[in-house]
């Protein structure tokens, strides 16, 4: 299959929010979470309304027969379904399930970004200064343009959160910014 001619179009990278909150450190993640969810919900509206694709990226918690729908039933059914129904995935959004950190390790993303001819993502989510931070370094390494969206990523750590978005923006050339400037036209 040949490479799409135009590689410059962005995708908007949704990264482990549907999710019980049923894990280490969830006590410390939810508040961030919750101030998010309602930016991130903005964003995704304004990506579906720009027909930019929307790739919600999850992990899988370890339950190996899981797929899209049986997570965001469980999540829904779960304690902070209140977290998971403004950001819940539409017919139109992509979904790829993930073991570990990196968004892209041993996962069809880069893949199906290069079917859609996507050349800049905007990784949004949790967790900043884990996750998102790793997904960042792996989507610099593959020549795609990155932006990050302060305030459409949930931390665990305030301090670490700072940290990795300065990472980010030195070691790995991304753009940080805040949501309502993301231009997706």
């Known amino acids: 299959m040949e490479r799409p001619a135009d590689t ?3 995708a908007l990278v949704v ?9 280490e450190d969830a ?29 919600y990226a999850n992990d899988n918690f370890g339950l190996w027969r899981s797929h899209q729908g049986e997570l965001v039933d469980t999540a829904l059914a779960g304690p902070h379904a209140d977290l998971i129904e403004p950001i819940t995935p539409d017919d139109e959004s992509l ?3 993930k073991a570990r950190h990196s968004v892209f390790y041993e ?11 996507v050349g800049h993502v905007v990784l949004s989510g949790q967790v900043t200064e884990q996750c998102v ?6 989507a610099h390494i593959r020549h795609l343009e ?11 750590h305030p301090h670490l959160e700072s940290a990795a978005l300065e990472m980010m923006e030195r070691n790995m050339g991304a753009r940080v910014a805040t949501a309502k400037e993301i231009d997706f036209s």
């Open 95 to 97: 979904f790829v399930v």
């Open 146 to 156: 990155v932006t990050v969206p302060r305030d459409a990523v949930a931390s665990i």
């Open 8 to 10: 410059t179009h962005p």
């Open 107 to 117: 996962t069809p993303l880069s893949y199906l970004l290069w079917r859609l001819g």
């Open 27 to 55: 006590e410390l993640l939810v508040p961030s979470a919750r101030r998010v969810v309602p930016v991130l919900a903005e964003l995704i509206r304004r990506a579906r309304g720009a027909d930019v694709p929307v790739v």
């Open 133 to 138: 931070l790793y997904s960042a370094l792996d």
């Open 15 to 23: 990264i482990d929010m549907i999710n019980t909150y049923e894990h």
